[in-house]
């Protein structure tokens, strides 16, 4: 009611009675109240307007939040534990939100909690695994940024002169500051005081945080503890701040955040290794013959100098100019290289060369960078048709090595040996020098031991481009034949239908003499990156990207997009991080944007059959902005035909720093700890349950809910396809969690369904292996565990207007 009238006045008066009454708490005629002292409003209720009985409430209309009404209830997130439990690490009541209606329902006075809950010690845990007394766990109450801790415990010696004899039979009551230690005289709690609802007692220590003692303490009251004692026992409420963390899932669009003078600064360092090397060449050649050649490679590293200290490096520039100019400069050094190598084998003895420098033998560059074959028998396992181009790139006359077909070819072969059996074992020591292919559309070194290096000289190579562009043709004539056919009344059969889907999905380039790399659904996976991958300039193409048609460009570029994704993979270094059972072995790339990891051959070949499937999930959640923690893979490959794959993803921890605390988590906490701590470490479930109780990991209501329903959108996709045994990858670093699943190409096989079923059968304890609705029920559950949704006041109004 508007206060407009004399302070005398009738209805002021009974206003004030009324409140004096009933409190802050309007009635309701929905529930009898629990609290014993509580007794209904004095003054009449006004008349309600009348209601038709026939007219059907509207369940979905939204509460007014305005309305004091629809703010007299508390909502709490309940949990508790005891470290004197059988259910050590986890909960003995586990974390869930109660909504307590003031003086309502879920409410209770607090003499009456106090009592059943905290002073009677014969109260059990209502946990079947837990036998300790429930007044020795730990009990605690979040709402919002706060965090109520409840003990209890028997007083010791310190404040049994607290509580005199006369006063063991009455609740004793007294506070203590936390921050500077002054306490107050134990007082008699009085019978009203007993009868306030827990919820509005709650409620007052989180919402009053202007309040201090008068005289003794000028700390706030939410620095002081608050004690209960009846019989010696004595139940503790401590209150605590506490910062929800926010949430980091997989970005929309996949971006690099370059730094530009650390590439600046390498580029410059390898320029100077890069003058340093060509100087000692160059002098150990007798020949008169060099200086023409000296006089060429002297020009260029001038030319790569003046780039680097150009006008276009400057810090007023964009960054997308910036790192344009800088790829150019790469470029430049890696031509520098070749052209060092080239002098190094026109003038030096083919015996000197032989013996001296065996590895540093020139990836010679006849009439193409790729070499012709008919494929191997690998192509024959997969579904679709693979295709095995050549290159017929021709190389620029003034680049004519002077030395013998026999003597390049020979040279190429031992190149690619090496590289080859460096590629296929992680135990030799790596090729240093490796082989330039300049062929392409952005030159790449490639180097032994980095597989990343082999993949982008293939997406970079015009073979891959070339045959991309043929592939496309293919498909727009068999879709016309297609049409023609149903035009004259034959409609193709499913097989038919089928083989043309799954057709002229691989691609197999060769480089060198037997270095092969077979890029599986190459058109699939560049659509997909376009749809994912940002561009230099940070703003999505709004139009299909001129990379899928050649025929109009007059250069040899690609688009910003693939170009970026190709230099990434170009650089890539070893990963100390290790797979589970299969003991896979992974790579970075230098930037850490991407990781590389090798999959075994089931896995391979079981992601190819889901491969279609997750291509549709994926551009479905992009193009209908759904949150997915799915860490998107951008392509798959294989390599040197060792019959393992590759498969490249985003490096959910791409923006966490060293320090950052890492976990590989799975739901369960079976076999799942890492006895190593150290910083690098990645922790497991068990790992992440002992450090539960001291390190909650609380988030906010409406970021808990974008989780919970993105992790139950993807498991459901993933259980719907028969694929489990994935991980949440979680880092913990400051204020934020980065999230990201892993790891969902193993499907449920036989031999799994064969373990499940036995152990099931034969009641040998729980199985290792579930069923995929099970594994998507446990780790829903687990997650909903270990992160905590701590609810706020105006959580119950948005759950009612958005469902």
């Known amino acids: 009611m508007a206060i407009s009238a004399p302070a005398d006045d009738a209805a002021i008066k009974a206003a004030l009675a009324n409140y004096r009454a009933t409190g802050c708490r309007l009635v309701n005629d929905k529930h009898k109240p629990q609290c014993p002292l509580y007794k209904p409003s004095v003054v009449k209720k006004p008349k309600e307007p009348e209601v038709d009985p026939n007219e059907k409430p509207n369940e979905n209309e939204p509460l007014d939040p305005l309305a004091p009404e629809n703010h007299q209830q508390l909502s709490l997130l309940l949990y508790s534990f005891s470290n004197k439990s059988a259910n050590v690490p986890d909960f003995c009541v586990n974390p869930w939100i109660v909504t307590m209606e003031m003086y309502g329902r879920h409410d209770i006075s607090l003499g009456a909690f106090l009592e059943k809950y905290c002073f009677n010690g014969d109260y059990k845990c209502t946990s079947p695994n837990c036998n300790v007394p429930m007044n020795q766990h730990v009990r605690r109450f979040v709402h919002g940024d706060v965090c109520i801790t409840i003990t209890c415990n028997t007083i010791g010696h310190s404040n049994v002169d607290k509580v005199k004899e006369e006063q063991s039979k009455q609740v004793m009551f007294w506070s203590r500051c936390e921050a500077c230690g002054g306490s107050g005289a134990a007082r008699r709690v009085s019978r009203l005081a007993l009868g306030m609802s827990l919820a509005t007692y709650l409620r007052s220590r989180a ?7 008068a005289h003794t303490c000028s700390h706030p009251l939410h620095a002081h503890a608050h004690a209960f004692v009846h019989h010696l026992t004595t139940a503790c ?26 590439m600046r600064d390498a580029l410059i360092s390898q320029l100077n290794e890069l003058v340093q090397k060509g100087h000692e060449i160059f002098s150990g050649l007798s020949d008169g013959d060099a200086e023409k050649d000296y006089q060429a490679f002297k020009l260029h590293m001038e030319q790569i100098h003046l780039a680097l200290t150009s006008a276009s490096l400057h810090e007023n520039n964009t960054t997308a100019a910036v790192v344009r100019s800088l790829w150019s400069v790469s470029d430049r050094i890696i031509s520098g290289e070749k052209m060092l190598r080239d002098a190094q084998d026109k003038w030096s003895s083919p015996p000197a060369k032989t013996k001296s420098q065996p590895d540093n033998t020139v990836a010679a560059e006849d009439k193409s960078d790729l070499d012709d074959s008919s494929g191997d028998d690998g192509s024959k396992e997969n579904s679709g048709t693979t295709y095995v181009f050549t290159s017929d790139n021709n190389k620029d006359p003034e680049k004519e090595h002077t030395g013998t077909e026999e003597d390049e ?27 330039i292919l300049c062929g392409g559309v952005v030159p790449v070194v490639v180097l032994a031991g980095e597989l990343g290096s082999v993949i982008a000289a293939t997406l970079a190579s015009v073979t891959y481009r070339r045959t991309r562009d043929h592939m496309r043709h293919s ?43 077979r890029v599986y659904y190459a058109s699939q996976f560049q659509r997909l990156r376009h749809l994912l991958l940002c561009p230099l300039s ?21 688009c910003e997009i693939e170009e970026a994704f190709i230099r990434s993979l170009a650089h890539c270094v070893p990963w100390a991080a290790r797979g589970g059972k299969s003991g896979s072995t992974f790579c970075k790339t230098k930037d850490d944007r991407y990781v590389l990891k090798e999959m075994t051959k089931p896995e ?22 759904l949150p997915s923690l799915l860490a998107r893979i951008l392509g798959v490959f294989s390599v040197g035909g060792a019959g393992n794959g590759v498969l490249v993803m985003e490096n959910i921890w791409y923006s966490c720093t060293p320090r950052a605390t890492r976990f590989d988590l799975k739901g369960s906490s079976r076999h799942r700890l890492t006895p190593d701590t150290t910083p690098l470490a990645v922790l497991m479930d068990e790992n992440l349950l002992n450090l539960r109780w001291e390190r909650p990991l609380y988030v906010q209501s409406h970021t808990a809910r974008v989780v919970f329903a993105a992790v139950e959108r993807d498991t459901q996709f993933l259980a719907t396809h028969t694929v489990m045994d994935y991980s949440l990858l979680l880092g913990v670093e400051d204020n934020t969690l980065v999230l990201g699943i892993i790891d969902y190409i193993r499907t449920f096989t036989w031999d799994k369904k064969l373990e499940h079923l036995v152990k099931k059968n034969l009641g040998s304890g729980q199985p290792t292996v579930v069923s995929p609705e099970q594994y998507k029920a446990r780790f829903c559950s687990a997650t909903r565990k270990y992160f905590l949704q701590c609810p706020a006041h105006w959580d119950h109004l948005y759950s009612t207007i958005h469902g």
Not at 609 to 624: E, I, K, L, M
């Open 207 to 213: 919402a009053a945080p202007r309040y201090v003692r």
């Open 237 to 262: 409420f401590r209150y605590s701040k506490i910062t929800p963390y926010e949430i980091q899932l997989p970005p929309d669009m996949i971006s690099i955040k370059y730094d530009t003078k650390q």
């Open 409 to 435: 070819e020979k040279g190429d072969k031992k190149t690619v040996r090496q590289i080859l059996s460096q590629l296929l074992s992680n135990n030799q020591p790596a090729n240093q020098s490796g082989i």
């Open 475 to 517: 498909i727009q004539s068999e879709q016309e034949d297609n049409e023609n056919t149903n035009s004259t009344g034959k409609e193709k059969t499913d097989g038919d239908k089928s083989k043309l889907a799954k057709s002229n999905d691989h691609v197999e380039v060769l480089l060198k003499d037997g270095l092969v790399c």
């Open 538 to 558: 940070g703003a999505p193409p709004d139009h299909e990207c001129g990379c899928y048609d050649d025929k109009d460009r007059t250069d040899k570029g690609l």
């Open 604 to 625: 391979w070949q079981q992601f190819l059959d889901f491969a279609p499937h997750y291509f549709g999930y994926v551009t479905s959640c992009r193009q209908n902005k």
